[in-house]
């Protein structure tokens, strides 16, 4: 019997006469109820329109209306999934910091909805440098998108953004202010200019926290004349 990712209890698992007949494989749960309640679902008719924060309406954030009067940005709209709470924090550190790769098991299937639901042609998971990839052994977002990978060729989920250079600061690491003011990170693979143009792009982070990665990610990408270009985030 399986064991909850997040506390470690006991999972029951009964499968129905439904599951049993359809002949189809099982998506077995990785974290307890109690668990999965502990984190906050951000609802799409109370959120920015823009950015997916969570809030009381859908007007657009006072952190979007900021973006908005920033000369040469690109505006981009984004999805978040889940609130930003100190679980989604504690699932945070234990998943990127503390390198426990079985953590991105416990939102796969909630990724691989929301992308379904975007209709996209191709998914880019925000690329880590080199260096976080070393220490780390993993790109966290790219992992998120895993059961894609897995079970279908479309949506395609494609690497086609790397790091400029190798010792790129982690945001983690870094002040609002500092975040806000640094220079693009990123640049796009030659390789994949010509095999991304005219698709339907969505590009997947695993936090959305000035919204500044994001951004810089949609400019690297402007160069492949996507036909649309959207933001989906685990966290906002």
């Known amino acids: 019997m399986a064991s909850c990712l997040m506390c470690q209890k006991r999972l029951p698992r009964t499968l129905t006469i439904r599951e049993i ?3 189809r494989k099982v998506t077995a749960d990785t974290i307890c109820e109690t668990c999965k309640a502990a984190f ?3 609802n799409e008719s109370k959120a920015c329109p823009q ?10 954030c006072q952190d979007c209306q900021r973006w908005h009067l920033m000369p040469n940005t690109l505006k981009i709209k984004n999805r978040g999934l889940f609130q930003y709470t100190p679980t989604m924090h504690d ?3 234990q998943y990127k910091f503390n390198g426990d790769l079985r953590l991105a098991k416990v939102f796969q299937h909630a990724v691989q909805l929301a992308v379904d639901a975007a209709q996209v042609d191709v998914v880019i998971p925000v690329p880590v440098s080199d260096t976080t990839f070393d220490h780390r052994g993993f ?7 895993q059961l894609i990978v897995e079970n279908r060729h479309h949506p395609v989920v494609c690497p086609a953004l790397k790091v400029v250079t190798r010792d790129k600061q982690q945001q983690s690491k870094q002040g609002r202010k500092d975040r806000m003011t640094r220079t693009q990170p990123f ?3 030659p390789n994949y200019v010509e095999k991304l143009r005219g698709n339907k792009i969505l590009i997947f982070d695993d936090v959305y926290t000035t919204g500044r990665t994001l951004h810089f990610a949609a400019q690297a990408l402007q160069t492949v004349e996507a036909t649309s270009l959207i933001g989906l985030t685990l966290a906002r």
């Open 21 to 23: 007949l359809s002949w």
């Open 40 to 42: 906050t679902v951000i």
């Open 51 to 60: 950015c997916g924060r969570n809030q009381a309406n859908q007007e657009i």
């Open 91 to 93: 699932y945070m550190h």
């Open 139 to 145: 790109n966290q977002s790219a992992e998120l998108l």
């Open 187 to 189: 640049v796009i693979d």
